[in-house]
């Protein structure tokens, strides 16, 4: 059985983790409360776990899968089905500052669905090949490249062609 | 390419105000969490511990062993209120169980033949290795399956004993059926129309296989199949859910036959569930993690009836009720009258192992 970390080893493990696990949180989540609920969800989880992840050097990556994975739980609880939002256009969206012609990415990705926003996040943020978004999602790579490609095309709609070229199509591997 | 998006994606969350970690409160949930792990086993006997509030019907104790006649009243392929936590199937109300003999359960189907389940290695939905079957039928027999495929998505009519999909090897789209009751394959439908295609999925209604074939260049076709003869109809419309004749196609309900709208959404960002029978909608809006749920009349003729958000989540049973369950309840609501029942069950887990878990009859995560 492996040694649990002491209370000072995890509490520097949290403290340098957070900031990375806290930004993908916001990103998939896009609200600032269940960020923070999700991104002590992870560490708490890695911590119950530990003959699981054996050393503290394995758990930054433990407590990145256990995050994505939660969040994907959260996301099943209202169903994955027919994610497809019903609007067409998006409305509200604050427009950045710096480009006042359209919305942040960030308040894009809000307009997502989900599994889209999920997908997104993962593969362009976090730059994660299909195969992990994959395994992370507990899908099909097909399905990964199905939403990949539904959500370049919805963000195409909201940012632009600039921002998301028609060319993109769902290669991202 | 992405590499704007991806860019801007990082300069976008670099300025995100990231609130100080609170180590103290993570240590607490850690401790706690492995505490309910210590404490709650692995054990899901099933204790009985009530009846149908408000209909004072006594539950008869589950057993693998115990055999009911099914009800020709009901729906085809209708075991009310039916879900899978980890590999045990509970059905007909939740008051029969049977175990499946794998790792892990990927989703459950309802068919003529029984409640087909689909399982493997994992949970994953449609990927994560071979995807293979079980047939739970209504004696309560779990009859293995010879099928055993890989990375496609599964469709069935509750009407008929089949299970299709669509299998996109070497660039060409065949469309496969295969009888569940028989254990054999029916129908294997090329449809050239769909070349190129990497993944497809489809909805299967009698005759026919509803598809959408996706590709590589981000284009999506769609189109509908009579298996049986192999006619291919190209269509405009995309339709993600199918009952009573009708599908979901965007935010509006739309008749299969002619694609004319019966029922359109005015919600924003709302996602629409329809009804095995076609009737009525779910309509799930506001925020993911604090959704609400209203059920419509797609004819119209009553007013917008809004639920209680569940514990986990509503699905359809077979029979068009709607269902949620949690760790010690299985509730069902007729979405006419809007009038529920709970069964008060015991599935052995926590609520958070229920949502890990939890696999409801008609929900597919999948796209």
Sequence with gaps: ?173 | MTERLSALLHAEADVVDVPPPSTAAVLRRGRAARRRRRTTGAVAGLVVVGALAGAGVALAPAGDDEVRSVDPATSPGDTGATFTIGTTLWYDDASRRAVIDDKAVKSIYSTSAGVLVRHGENNWSDGGGPQRFSLVTPDGEVRRLGLVTEEVAHTTDPGQPYVAWGDPRDGSLVVVVHDVAADREVARVPVPEADGAYFATLELVGDTAYVRALSEDGGERHFALDWRTGEVTPRDLEVTDVGGGRGVAGPSIVELDSGAEVWSSAQRNAYLDLSPDGRHVLVQGGGWQNPTFTVVAVDGGSEPMPLDPPASRYSWTAGSELMSVTADAVTTCDPASGACEELPVDLGVTEEELLETLRPIGAVFES
């Excluded at chain 1, 002491?6 to 493990?13: I, K, P, Q, V, Y």
């Excluded at chain 1, 027919?82 to 809000?110: H, Y």
């Excluded at chain 1, 996040?121 to 490249?145: H, I, M, N």
Aim: charged share 25%.
């Design chain 1, 1 to 173: 059985m492996p040694r649990p970390p002491s209370d000072a080893e995890f509490g520097e493990l949290v403290h340098a983790t957070w900031p990375s696990l806290y930004r993908t949180a916001y990103l998939l989540l896009g609200d600032h409360a269940e960020a923070e609920d999700l991104v002590q969800t992870a560490p708490a989880k890695t911590y119950a776990s530990w003959p699981k992840v054996r050393t503290i050097e394995a758990a930054p990556a433990y407590a990145r899968t256990v995050l994505v994975n939660t969040a994907a739980s959260w996301f099943r609880k209202r169903g994955w089905r027919n994610e497809r939002p019903t609007a067409e256009l998006p409305e509200g969206v604050a427009p950045a500052s710096d480009l006042a012609d359209r919305p942040t990415v960030v308040a894009a990705l809000a307009e997502l669905a989900p599994r889209q926003r999920a997908v997104v996040v993962l593969r362009f943020y976090d730059d994660l090949p299909v195969a992990q978004v994959a395994a992370a999602l507990g899908c099909s790579e097909g399905t990964v490249k199905s939403q990949t490609s539904d959500a370049l095309a919805r963000l195409r709609t909201l940012l632009g062609e600039a921002v998301v070229p028609h060319t993109s199509g769902a290669r991202h591997d």
